[in-house]
């Protein structure tokens, strides 16, 4: 493999050896007047010396979390922070390629032009819907269910966000069992300085896009708030692809003290999108825009309440307690037959219904204290999660509109299962200072999850005519509680004040969902003793420290997946081409991911005010293999969802409030199943993704009170695809959107 492109990363690295430039704040310092306590050799009309303050000031908009930060432990572990004012980029549409740019090696598909999912992986791991991260938002839960059903269906918009913190493998000690890591979404903070400040955004765009955000925030007393509505239409690249989205937003805070407040977050998200369907790879080659349903149709209804109670006890304590819950639904209607190709006969449709009621509380004690003279940090939890969830399959209407109702539920419905699951966690990590160098920071955590499924599934033969000949239904009562302990332990060291070598352990865990157990699919078949996945990642890098004007961080991985569950293609009695879901075996991924940016016109000229000219690098070298596997055809195979080569590069440019930047976007070849099959079949569900390569234009200008963004997407007009979808949306190939222009206008008062 050719590796021009670590030029980039190498000729940016070298940067470190520059001194960085410090912004200064200096002012004189006296006493009080009324003051009696004075230093002794100090009278009291003597003027303090003077006193400068310096900080490292960078608008990257990307860096990454502390050691310490918002009642959480980070020190030794590889992370990211992603500031979306700071970005130039498309934001309207949650561009997830241009916003997660400079976080290494992640794997996006990109099949939702307007953003209203996000799905991203990384490391190997399926992004669909971003099922392998802990997904929060302000530190709470947002999945459907954590344990049984990890899929996000809302994602908040990229306008109300403040930061969005990620952090690896090693998350699983403080957040929860899942592959990826932590993905938490802080949303923007109560302005402080104003009773009353509006934000107002429209933005328009190519295929009928529109987009309206309007904000409110401010502060009264002691009391602080923040609020957002946001509407979203748009017809979508592809005929068929309607989309009308309404998002509302609440933060309200109470200061009880100087030690204490509270606080209430209110979420409220409802869609209604037309699928156009999936294609097979002869349809995607004659025309990727076509479409041949138009009467598939998908429903979303999300509702979250989440209550927050902090409390600094001391100088050195602080403890933190979030209830949250969530009341939501997904409906899925449609006509799926496995042969993508297959003309719409105008028959009932399948319909799936789902609908969650979760609540959960977790709490955190923070507590610094001295231990031989050298400070150490120690944070304990809990938490305590409550599922029930219930699934319904069965025969749709007929029709083409948006009918959610099942024909004769009383004998249609063949899949009626409810899923109660309860989670109790304990954990705790503890950073130790050995040095002012180096620490140490050891962490476990106590998982016991208890899942349930009691209902039952059935089948609806009919003849060649369509003719209802037997119905079927077989009762089913399955419970599996277990408990385990993971461990894990981070190890940080600075050799010098702008450079930190980082390393970290720690073991993984992922319960099987409630889909994996029973779901009804055209295109698959489930195994029915599927096991828990386990394994463990390991992190090894060195990165910058404190620094202004340039940033690296360039690092290895290896994660080691036992039990990965995965699909296989195989051929059943009738020679379908069919995917059979199970425990594939043992896959092994390694890898070097590698980020460096630098701001070349402040590092020449510190004192450089209006010009910035910042260029990145973002590459990932993956190897992936099933060492084991008791499938045939497996072994020594590629895992997949693994580009071996994943760059995302691009420079941007700005005089004063002006900003243009440009991206390119590179993923090689990846396999979609662990066969590693080429051909997609008449269902396209398996097969190659091949390579592409994208390009982005973005332009941002201020002038006092006003903003205009505008930004072409997909530049050179490339027709690619990032999924092959096992059912809905599709199932069969998505196809990525083709070139579109955006223009947005915000006014701040």
């Known amino acids: 493999m050719k590796l021009r492109g670590f030029n980039i990363i190498f000729f940016l690295l070298a940067l470190s050896s520059v001194a960085y430039a410090q912004s200064r704040t200096s002012g004189k310092a006296s006493p009080k007047p009324d003051s009696t306590a004075v230093p002794q050799g100090i009278s009291k009309d003597q003027d303090l010396k003077e006193l400068t303050i310096t900080e490292k000031a960078t608008d990257f908009g990307f860096s990454r979390l502390r050691g310490v930060e918002n009642m959480g432990i980070y020190e030794g572990k590889k992370s990211e922070v992603i500031t979306p004012d700071q970005l130039v980029a498309n934001l309207s549409t949650n561009n997830a390629r241009q916003i997660y740019s400079r976080v290494a090696g992640l794997n996006i598909w990109e099949n939702d032009g307007s953003g209203l999912q996000l799905s991203i992986g990384g490391r190997g791991l399926d992004p669909n819907r971003t099922s392998n991260f802990n997904v929060r938002q302000n530190g709470h839960d947002i999945s459907a269910d954590a344990l049984g059903y990890p899929e996000s269906y809302y994602t908040p918009p990229i306008e109300a966000v403040g930061r969005i913190q990620i952090v690896r493998g090693a998350a699983s000690l403080q957040y929860g069992t899942q592959f990826g890591g932590l993905i938490n979404f802080v949303m923007r903070k109560p302005v402080e300085n104003k009773k009353l400040e509006i934000t107002a955004r429209q933005s328009i765009g190519s295929f009928g896009f ?266 089913e009562y399955r419970k599996n509680g277990r408990k385990f302990v993971l461990a894990g332990v981070g190890v940080s060291y600075k050799p010098h004040s702008n450079v930190e070598i980082y390393g970290n352990i720690s073991q993984n865990y992922r319960s099987i969902t409630f889909s994996d157990m029973r779901i009804a699919n055209p295109s698959s078949v489930i195994d029915p003793n599927l096991k828990d996945e386990k394994g463990y990642s390991i992190d090894l890098g060195f990165r910058s420290h404190q620094t202004a004007f ?13 039990n990965r569950i995965g699909e296989v293609q195989f051929y059943d009695e009738s020679n379908r081409v069919l995917r059979l879901r199970s425990n594939v075996g043992q896959a092994v991924i390694m890898g070097v991911e590698s980020y460096a940016e630098a701001d070349f016109f402040k590092l020449a000229s510190p004192e450089e005010k209006h010009w910035s000219a910042v260029l990145f690098g973002n590459i990932a070298l993956i190897k992936s293999e099933y060492r084991k596997s008791e499938i045939p055809g497996v072994q020594g195979n590629e895992v997949e969802f693994v580009p071996k080569f994943n760059l995302k590069t691009g ?39 091949p390579a592409y390569k994208i390009m982005d234009l973005s332009f941002s200008y201020e002038w006092k009170r006003l903003k205009a963004e505008a930004s072409i997407n997909n530049l050179a007009n490339q027709m690619y695809f990032t999924r092959r979808a096992t059912g809905y949306p599709g199932p069969g190939i998505l196809p990525s959107d083709g070139r579109g222009y955006y223009l947005t206008l915000q006014v701040k008062i």
Do not use: C
């Not at 959610?404 to 539920?409: G, I, K, W």
């Not at 340039?550 to 036992?562: A, E, G, K, R, T």
């Open 550 to 562: 340039f940033n690296y961080d360039v690092s290895l991985f290896y994660l080691n997946y036992n």
């Open 210 to 475: 529109y987009n309206a955000f309007t904000s409110a925030s401010g502060t009264v007393g002691k009391l602080s708030y923040y609020t957002f509505f946001q509407y979203k239409k748009a017809d979508g690249w592809r005929a068929n692809s309607h989309l009308d989205s309404k998002t509302a937003y609440a933060d309200i805070d109470y200061k009880v003290s100087d030690r204490t407040s509270i606080g209430i977050d209110v979420t409220h998200m409802d869609y209604l999108s037309k699928q156009p369907g999936g294609l097979s790879d002869a349809m995607f080659v004659q025309d990727p825009r076509q479409t041949n349903r138009e009467r598939n149709w998908f429903q979303v209804g999300w509702n979250m309440l989440a209550l927050h109670f902090d409390q600094k006890i001391s100088a050195t304590s602080d403890f933190n307690l979030r209830v949250f819950g969530l009341a939501a639904h997904r409906y899925s209607l449609g006509f799926r037959p496995n042969r993508v190709a297959t003309i719409d006969d105008n028959s009932e449709r399948d319909l799936i219904k789902g609908k969650f009621t979760n609540w959960g509380a977790e709490a955190r004690y923070l507590k610094r204290y001295v231990t031989a003279k050298k400070l150490s940090v120690l944070l304990l939890g809990g938490r305590y999660y409550h599922g029930f969830n219930h699934s319904l399959q069965g025969v749709g209407s007929t029709g083409k509109n948006a009918d959610f109702n099942f024909v004769e539920p009383e004998r249609f419905i063949t899949y009626d299962y409810r899923f109660p699951n309860r989670n109790v966690s304990l954990f705790a990590e503890n950073i130790f200072y050995l040095t002012d160098r180096l620490s140490v920071t050891p962490g476990i955590r106590f998982e016991y999850i208890k899942t349930t499924a009691d209902g039952f599934y059935g089948s609806i033969s009919r003849d060649l005519a369509g003719n209802i000949i037997n119905i079927t239904r077989t009762d």
């Open 651 to 689: 420079l941007r440019v700005g005089y004063k409030k002006l900003k243009g930047s440009f991206q390119l976007t590179h993923l090689t070849d990846q396999f979609s199943e662990a066969t590693n099959a080429i051909d997609g079949g008449v269902s396209s569900v398996v097969g190659l993704i």
